[in-house]
């Protein structure tokens, strides 16, 4: 049962560890979908902004949403302690 917990540590570590490329490339894929809208509807900065945004919402989520379960395997792990 420790290991199972050691093991979803280190993967949600090892996404954590990748932020520095997620943010980039939310942010690009976002930029670039909204800047091929732009061009094929003729709104031309509009959805490029609108998707950035979009973008950068998208990579904090993904942060905030593994910071939350290594917060909940952490609390886990404490509780475990505590009953022992």
Do not use: C
């Amino acid at each position: 049962m420790k290991t199972d917990k050691d093991n979803r540590r280190k993967s949600i570590v090892a996404e954590l560890t990748s932020v520095g490329i997620q943010f980039p490339v939310s942010i690009g894929i976002g930029y670039l979908f909204g800047h091929y809208l732009d061009k094929w509807l003729g709104l031309d900065p509009i959805l490029t902004i609108v998707f950035s945004i979009l973008g950068v919402i998208a990579a904090f989520i993904n942060v905030f949403r593994l910071n939350a379960e290594l917060t909940r395997i952490e609390k886990e792990e404490l509780e475990e302690e505590k009953k022992e």
